[in-house]
């Protein structure tokens, strides 16, 4: 196999150097109209016609030939039967790597808390999981069981008492690994239906698909969209764009584990993004040998080559300080810190979706067992968002419990800030309580 590797070298000497940066990092969604308005028809067939839409798209769309909404339904006993046939070495690994995400997320945990005023006012914080979670896995050769695992343990950690899945099988293929995850997660129920017909069932419910509260888990640009148009009817985890790492390297690791790291995020497709960031110039020429070296050796060479070539990147900065400073604009969803000592820097991170310290840690051990959630923000969204978690399973209600003598202190205030909004009834509302001898005053 010939490739032909062209990744980009930038300086940030270079006067130009942001402007060539920020056209680098840029990415649109490929949603164009024709496929919005595909996905609001489809939408619209479900919330009109439920199951019987469910059962016409995917057989349509997946090929399955399916005669009723009973025919894409999978019961507890076949997940089980799934776990049988997998090997055990792979039911050993996706067992380990489901315990180390169980232990990560319990401690995510948050409980309920209150606290007593010296009057008596009681304030406080009731923190409860969502009743029902939606999650959508991609089905067919492009199966991700450890998604399975990062999307279905966390609600479970939080206590939502169903979660239920979507995953397309398409021309009926089934993926045993997917459905042994979600045997080993926790998943209550399964349905084999998938694309903006699957988010519309979850989001709106049929006579077969119970409605959720929240959905999560990545999909193709059908499913994305779908998401973008129900958020609001019920919460959603993110808009996903293309998979990215960012390497700081201070030019001491072997340019070949490097290389490798690239190509672990450049492999996704050919959007997704790989980044080198270091002071040393000649170890950027080293790992662009690796790159040339390794490409040949690669299962998904087209891809990564397109993916390198297109929106990768190796960038020379000054010093480690100024690598810092081009992690935090960039802001990347993986970001590797290769250098002698990490926790010296890492303070000076600000943004990043997962952090992976020192040279023996790869961004690959993040994505299946080291424990932490491997659905990250991307395209700079780690500026103000954060990876799930058993958080984003939770909801949290303020509570508030006036004493007598609380409410009639607090009377006041609220009344003055009322009347200097004009809201009279709010005002008097606050006033009725204010003690009798108190509004002598």
Known sequence: MTVSTAIARLNAADPDFARHLDHLLSWESVSDDAVNQRVLDIIKGVRERGDAALVEFTQRFDGVAANSIDDLILGRERLELALTRITPVQREALEKAANRVRMYHERQKQDSWQYTE????????????????GLYVPGGKASYPSSVLMNAIPAKVAGVAEVVMVVPTPRGEVNELVLAAACIAGVDRVFTVGGAQAVAALAYGTESVPQVDKIVGPGNIYVATAKRHVFGQVGIDMIAGPSEILVVCDGQTDPDWIAMDLFSQAEHDEDAQAILVSPDAAFLDRVAASIDKLMPTMERADIIEKSINGRGALIQVRDMQQAMDVANRIAPEHLELS??????WLPHIRHAGAIFMGRHTSEALGDYCAGPNHVLPTSGTARFSSPLGVYDFQKRSSIIFCSEQGASELGHTASVLARGESLTAHARSAEYRILTQEKGN
């Open 339 to 344: 250098v002698a000592d990490p926790q010296a």
């Open 118 to 133: 010296a009057d008596g006012t009681v304030l406080g914080q009731k923190v409860t999981p969502l009743d029902r979670a």
